[in-house]
T-cell receptor
Framework: EDQVTQSPEALRLQEGESSSLNCSYT??????LFWYRQDPGKGPEFLFT?????EEKEKERLKATLTKKESFLHITAPKPEDSATYLC????????????WGAGTKLIIKP | NAGVTQTPKFQVLKTGQSMTLQCAQD?????MYWYRQDPGMGLRLIYY???????DKGEVPNGYNVSRLNKREFSLRLESAAPSQTSVYFC??????????????FGPGTRLLVL
């Protein structure tokens, strides 16, 4: 069964304490992996797309990496404003439109 | 650009009532989507429209209908609301993200409570 699993469910860090969020997937023939950020009461905000193993993307304190079985979202020296739920999704096999979503990791950065 | 807009932001219904959730995008995207988001679960696709004039069922279409009114607008209708349809509903549209893939962009959501 195609699925996406994110871990941990929640992560509490002190400001400046770097860490990583995990997104593992069991999809044959990955065609794209997406990371989104979601703030409380708002819609998901697009962050990155990764297409092939070994690819990396960076934006400010965030860096996304991809292997054949999982993706990591590395957060370097986070600030309280990085607190949000981070969602991972993969392109469903055989579809240009459907995504398979993980349940998300809730990240809390304490000042 | 407003991006993807949704109305209403919040709605309370009684069981059996009907309502239509409205969505519009100004990014000239061909594809549009309706999702629901429930606590502890990933986003689940209700319906999508790959292009104007076409609609297709997603993972959880039962109890819902959609209309792609034109390229900009995609509405979701609940004909007879049930408490199980209490959720947050997101509309999204997708455009060309390069390398043959489309990237989805989301609206702010509609919070629906069915009593």
């Amino acid at each position: 069964e195609d699925q996406v699993t994110q871990s941990p469910e929640a992560l509490r860090l002190q400001e400046g304490e770097s860490s990583s969020l995990n997104c593992s997937y069991t999809v044959s023939g990955l065609r794209g992996l997406f990371w989104y950020r979601q703030d409380p009461g708002k819609g998901p905000e697009f962050l990155f797309t990764l297409y092939s193993a070994g690819e990396e993307k960076e934006k400010e304190r965030l860096k996304a990496t991809l292997t054949k079985k999982e993706s990591f979202l590395h957060i370097t020296a986070p600030k309280p404003e990085d607190s949000a739920t981070y969602l991972c999704a993969v392109q469903a096999p055989g579809s240009n439109y459907q995504l398979i979503w993980g349940a998300g990791t809730k990240l809390i950065i304490k000042p | 650009n407003a991006g993807v807009t949704q109305t209403p932001k919040f709605q309370v219904l009684k069981t059996g009532q009907s309502m239509t959730l409205q969505c519009a995008q100004d990014m000239n995207h061909n594809s549009m989507y309706w999702y629901r988001q429930d606590p502890g679960m990933g986003l689940r696709l209700i319906y999508y429209s790959a292009s104007e004039g076409t609609t297709d069922k997603g993972e959880v279409p039962n109890g819902y209908n959609v209309s792609r009114l034109n390229k900009r607008e995609f509405s979701l209708r609940l004909e007879s609301a049930a408490p199980s349809q209490t959720s947050v509903y997101f509309c999204a549209s997708s455009g060309w993200g390069g390398q043959g893939r489309e990237t989805q962009y989301f609206g702010p959501g509609t919070r629906l409570l069915v009593l």
